[in-house]
């Protein structure tokens, strides 16, 4: 059965904000339970792999204003999950970086998304998941190569 690039757009454009909307919906649940909101949940995950960040840099990711990135902190900070830290050598400079709490509910969060990973993947076949790993692999490349050549 073919299928016209056009068919597939659309196909595609129906299916993805569904999965990602169950996808969220999962994950979300979890977060819940730790108290914790997704963006706060996208901050803590950002310091897991990058460490200590300027408050630009976070709001850069988050694509938000640094305000409204210090309201976000400062309820993580309230809630132990991350800590300010201010440069020696000039105050003005301060960044954020993951305590232990927010060390061990990163990691927490990274074994339940697996686990909703594997409950999903294991119903498909190993050829398909090596199929699909295959082709997001390709899309991450050409759309990181479109975001080269658009700067």
């Known amino acids: 059965m073919s299928i016209s690039i056009e068919a597939f757009a659309d196909r595609l454009n129906e299916l993805m904000p569904l999965v990602f909307k169950e996808l969220t919906k999962k994950l ?14 996208f901050i803590l995950e950002f310091l897991n792999r990058e460490g200590e ?14 305000a409204a990135m210090t309201g976000i902190v400062d309820r993580l900070v309230r809630d132990g999950y991350i800590e300010r830290v201010y440069d020696k050598t000039d105050r003005r400079i301060i960044k954020v970086k993951l305590t232990g709490a927010g060390n061990a509910l990163t990691k927490k969060m990274a074994e339940r998304k697996q686990q909703m990973i594997v409950k999903v993947f294991e119903k498909i076949s190993e050829v398909d998941r090596e199929r699909y790993l295959r082709i997001l ?15």
Do not use: R, Y
């Open 53 to 66: 960040s300027k408050m630009t840099e976070l709001a850069n990711f988050m694509n938000v204003t640094t």
């Open 28 to 41: 979300t649940i979890e977060l819940h339970k730790n108290k914790i909101t997704l963006p706060q949940f």
């Open 137 to 151: 692999n390709q899309i991450n490349k050409i759309l990181l190569e479109e975001n080269d050549t658009n700067k």
